[in-house]
């Protein structure tokens, strides 16, 4: 099944008309991106764009074969011109299916927002998923058939669809998951790549053909991933953002309680707030046995914390015990995580703060947790196939 992708962008397209902002300012050349519309075998247009004829010649295709115009999504705004010859476009109702003269079969899927998503299979077999922006399916069971060939949709706006997609089995090891309605809220150029290959995504330029059911490489996702940064710099959301397409993540935080302490329990409620409803939070700092456990991925935030606790239990922070004990407990504990870490078999993204680049502690006790959650932080990274700095929000690739 051929599939061009006539446009990639939000129905406003990107940049968008008159938008100021950085992400509109860059979207030049082969970053601007038409509104979303696919043409399927050269007999099937999902989504009537402005311009779709032009857009279709541009990529070597005509719209001269088109058997069947499928709306996918509300359009706001004027009319569009329909193209000549091209068939009146229609909807198809939620669960009824329609077979085409070309062979091509189309099911409608029934969504949690607003439009329809089509599923389409070819004379051939091959399956496609395709979701209008904002969209995701509703009522997807256990039952649903095997894994889709391929799947297009809004999975920088609707992660959460990717997930749901992913925990009854419709999104395979050999799934061609592609990103579209890419709008300005997105990051651009290689971090839109790399945050879409974290989810085992991509996205292509406008005018690009691919082929369902074809072997495409699908992005490897990282099995373990640290992300380091200073206080506020985004390095917690950024973690999220690595596992919101997956479903069941477990969340271990490693703060515990603080008694009375109002601010910090605004900041905790603020972290659980953001996360998906389907993940599980575990308060703990016994790291070791949760990596060696089999299971869904893990989220630990923090290992600055989770070093806190742990010079606690040694009575690190005693300057005489930690010269005769503490600093040999304490090295135990990191070398028996780091070996955990090594040895895992758990999709494993940890958060640690990047310290020792200010002002240095005016006490011993400060400078020796300073030290320690340097050569943590470097002990644990090197067991990573990831590791990323995030500075200003910014998320900077290291490995």
């Known amino acids: 099944m051929e599939l061009t992708l006539l446009g990639t962008g939000a129905p406003t397209g990107l940049p968008r008309p008159d938008c100021p902002c950085a992400v509109c300012a860059a979207a030049r050349g082969e970053r601007a991106r038409a509104a979303t519309a696919l043409l399927v075998d050269g007999a099937l247009l999902l989504d009537l764009t402005p311009g779709a004829a032009l857009a279709a010649a541009r990529a070597g295709h005509s719209l001269v074969g088109v058997r069947q115009v499928l709306l996918s999504h509300p359009h706001d705004g004027p009319a569009m011109e329909l193209p000549v010859?091209?068939?009146?476009?229609?909807?198809?109702?939620?669960?009824?299916?329609?077979?085409?003269?070309?062979?091509?079969?189309?099911?409608?899927?029934?969504?949690?927002?607003?439009?329809?998503?089509?599923?389409?299979?070819?004379?051939?077999?091959?399956?496609?998923?395709?979701?209008?922006?904002?969209?995701?399916p509703a009522g997807v069971t256990d039952g649903d058939p095997l894994p889709y060939d391929m799947i297009v949709a809004d999975v920088v706006g609707r992660p959460d669809g990717l997930a749901r997609l992913r925990a009854v089995g419709a999104v395979g090891a050999t799934t061609d998951v592609v990103a579209v309605h890419i709008d300005h809220d997105a990051p651009p150029g290689a971090e839109l790549d790399r945050r879409l290959a974290a989810a085992g995504a991509r996205t292509v330029p406008d005018g690009t053909t691919l082929y369902v059911g074809e072997y495409h490489a699908v992005p490897d996702v990282p099995r373990r991933t640290l992300v380091t940064g200073g206080a506020r710099s985004g390095k917690s959301l950024e973690a999220e953002r690595r596992l919101e397409s997956f479903p069941d993540v477990v969340y271990v935080a490693t703060s515990g309680a603080r008694g009375n302490d109002r601010e910090w329990a605004a900041r905790v409620a603020a972290h659980r707030e953001r996360r998906p409803g389907s993940w599980r939070t575990i308060e703990t700092c016994e790291l070791v046995p949760l990596l060696a456990e089999s299971g869904p991925?893990?989220?630990?935030?923090?290992?600055?914390?989770?070093?806190?606790?742990?010079?606690?239990?040694?009575?690190?922070?005693?300057?005489?015990?930690?010269?005769?004990?503490?600093?040999?407990?304490?090295?135990?504990?990191?070398?028996?995580?780091?070996?955990?870490?090594?040895?895992?078999?758990?999709t494993v993204?940890?958060?640690?703060?990047?310290?020792?680049?200010?002002?240095?502690?005016?006490?011993?006790?400060?400078?020796?947790?300073?030290?320690e959650l340097g050569r943590l932080n470097a002990a644990f990274a090197s067991e990573c196939e990831h590791v990323l700095l995030v500075v200003a929000g910014q998320a900077l690739p290291l490995r």
């Open 85 to 136: 010859g091209l068939p009146t476009a229609g909807r198809v109702p939620d669960g009824q299916e329609l077979t085409l003269i070309s062979g091509h079969r189309v099911r409608a899927v029934a969504l949690d927002s607003p439009g329809t998503g089509y599923e389409v299979t070819s004379p051939e077999g091959e399956r496609l998923l395709y979701l209008p922006p904002g969209g995701a």
């Open 297 to 346: 991925p893990l989220l630990i935030d923090c290992l600055a914390l989770w070093l806190t606790d742990a010079m606690d239990q040694v009575g690190a922070w005693d300057d005489e015990r930690w010269e005769t004990v503490g600093r040999g407990l304490l090295h135990a504990r990191t070398s028996a995580l780091v070996a955990a870490v090594r040895e895992t078999r758990r």
């Open 349 to 371: 993204v940890a958060v640690t703060n990047e310290v020792g680049s200010g002002v240095v502690p005016a006490t011993p006790s400060g400078r020796r947790f300073r030290d």
